[in-house]
């Protein structure tokens, strides 16, 4: 637990990956984030987070995303996070409707990261309707750093995904 608020990235992203595999951490990690102000421990505590599927962590997943203050790295992951929850909740609902209102939002971001990982999110809802804000995107042939990816190739990806889901 130590090595997720640490000062080495690379024992903060081993620490993400072997915490993302043990929900009973999801308190401590959600005590962890209200006192860690630094981008990449508080990127690996929402990495770990992302994999519980604790549905605690959809509304903060939410605002984090949509606070402009927090680093895009940190906004991108939330957005990651999401896209894992999607399963758990309603497309009727008002939680659901934030996000997606929050993701789409986030589409336009000025960070590649954010776009990037909102794409993925929104391709996650399992909801057709969102398809024209991805179509959208379909031109956009700006590279993402760190991802052998584009964002339109992105868009095309979570289309496809969407329109899978419509069809099984």
Not at 57 to 71: C, F, H, N, S
Not at 134 to 160: F, H, M, Q, R, Y
Request: charged share 25%.
């Amino acid at each position: 637990m130590k090595d997720i608020v640490g000062s080495d990235p690379c024992a903060i992203v081993n620490a993400g990956t072997l915490l993302s595999g043990d929900p009973t951490t999801t308190g401590e990690l959600l005590e962890l984030l209200k006192v860690e102000d630094r981008a990449e421990p508080r990127q690996g505590i929402l990495h770990a987070l992302s994999w519980h599927g604790d549905l605690r962590t959809w509304g903060l997943m939410v605002r984090i995303l949509a606070d402009d203050r927090e680093d895009p790295k940190v906004r991108g992951q939330a957005a990651e996070g999401l896209a894992y929850m999607f399963d758990l909740v309603k497309a009727d609902s008002p939680e659901f409707e934030l996000a997606v209102k929050t993701l789409l939002k986030a589409l336009s971001d000025p960070s590649l990261e954010v776009r990037y990982n909102a794409i993925f999110a929104i391709g996650a809802t399992k909801h057709p309707p969102l398809i024209p804000a991805l179509e959208a995107l379909l031109g956009d042939s700006t590279p993402v750093p760190g991802w052998d990816d584009t964002i339109g190739k992105k868009a095309a990806d979570a289309i496809e995904r969407l329109t899978w889901s419509k069809s099984s």
